[in-house]
């Protein structure tokens, strides 16, 4: 480096799979820094003895205690410490808020060295619009956990982007299935690796495509808007219908517009003159 870092806390984005992908800026903050803050000591070493850079690590992840944090405050005073995650952008469902928080309320210089994030690079891939998008982490582990998510954020008038696993891929798209019918889906894998995919369909096609071929890696699953698709009358008298099997009909109204963005007042008339 051109000149030493100045003491601080440095959050440094790394590769999500290519290691081709890191940028100068970050390795010579990560060759400069006094230490480097990371989830797993045997990830970033990997990353490390590529780039051959001896820098020591000190581990910091969710598990890490009030202790740990202050101690690493301590060091973010006195001396340059650089915090990245396995892979991606740190912060993004991963650790870090709290050291970045607790840093900027005690006035200590936090600076962020910006690269590859999954939830960016799979957005630009799928098709669905990226005006406007809404990142919300990992899907919830139960069915009921993850239709109250998708129920809460169905309306969102942006492209949801969620964090998935491979062995819960095809249990969320079932549920997204029944919960938002009609929206155009999206599922990137293993991205900027040699096996990258990026698919597109409906919720009923790609869990249909992914029982018969597992998925491995990790996993961006994408929700397109509502909006996008027109329900007719015909259309929302059979969403009507289906609930009002299972349910009251200010509940079935209720669902409904959550599903189609349809005004809940005039499906609740509806669902009285259906029933």
Known sequence: MDQLLSPGLYIVATPIGN???????????????????????????????????????????????????????TRIAQEPVALVSDAGTPLISDPGYRLVRTARERGLPVTSIPGASAA??????????SDRFLFAGFLPPKSKGRKDVLRELGNVAATLIFYETGPRLCDSLADLAETLPGRDVAVARELTKRFEECRTGSAEELASHYRT???????????????????????ADAMLLSELAAHKASQAAARVAKATGLDRKALYARALELK
């Not at 960016?120 to 619009?129: R, S």
């Not at 071929?213 to 259309?235: N, R, S």
């Open 19 to 73: 290691l081709g992908d890191i940028t100068l800026r970050a390795i010579e903050v990560l060759r400069g820094a006094a230490a480097i803050a990371c989830e797993d000591t045997r990830v970033t070493g990997k990353l490390l003895n590529h780039l051959g850079i001896d820098t020591r690590m000190v581990r910091y992840d969710d598990h890490a205690s009030d202790t740990d944090r202050e101690r690493l405050l």
């Open 120 to 129: 960016t690079v799979a957005l630009t891939l799928c098709g669905l619009p």
């Open 213 to 235: 071929h597992p998925p491995k890696g990790e996993i961006v699953l994408m929700i397109g808007p509502p909006g996008e698709k027109v329900i007719g009358a015909a259309e």
